[in-house]
């Protein structure tokens, strides 16, 4: 009984070790289990992809967007201020910027009257004209 009792647990860690280490691939993206509760995107072209979104006590909605490539000649990031209308995101204003380079940075300023906003970015890196990477990131929501 004890030597049942001794497989089985054997067979349960090695089960457990197994699956806490798989790999998921998804398009250009790997998500990797890092512990049970933090899950992390390693991009294979993507540098750096950062964005700032705030709302000053005036109403000034600003917004940025930095991002950088590793081994692309382009990169195109389009950003867009969203405004929460009957439960849905609806695009107040947008705006994008494309440089043949590795890297690139959208501002922008703009004033918002009272309501939920949030800032929505998407960037693409290019190599030789032919798209190898995107991502989109939202903002959390910041009531104005």
């Known amino acids: 009984m004890k ?23 998804v398009g250009t993206e790997i ?3 890092l512990d049970e509760n933090v899950i992390g995107v390693q991009y294979l072209y993507i540098e750096t992809y950062r964005n ?11 917004s940025t967007t930095i991002v950088s490539g590793d081994n692309v000649d ?4 389009y950003g867009s201020l969203q405004k929460e209308i009957s439960g849905q995101w ?16 959208i501002t922008n300023t703009v004033t918002v009257g009272p309501g939920r906003y949030r800032y ?7 190599r030789n ?12 929501p910041i009531s104005n």
Do not use: C, P
């Not at 700032?52 to 600003?62: L, R």
């Open 3 to 25: 030597r049942i009792l001794r497989w089985m647990m054997v067979f349960m860690i090695i089960l457990w070790s197994v699956q806490s280490k798989s790999l998921t691939v």
């Open 52 to 62: 700032h979104f705030e709302i000053s006590s005036t109403g000034a909605a600003s």
């Open 31 to 33: 998500d990797m289990v």
């Open 74 to 77: 382009a990169v195109h990031v």
């Open 120 to 126: 929505k970015s998407s960037v693409y890196l290019y």
């Open 129 to 140: 004209g032919m798209l190898v990477e995107q991502d989109d990131k939202a903002s959390n």
């Open 90 to 105: 609806i695009s107040i204003g947008s705006w994008s910027r494309k440089v043949n380079g590795t890297e690139a940075k």
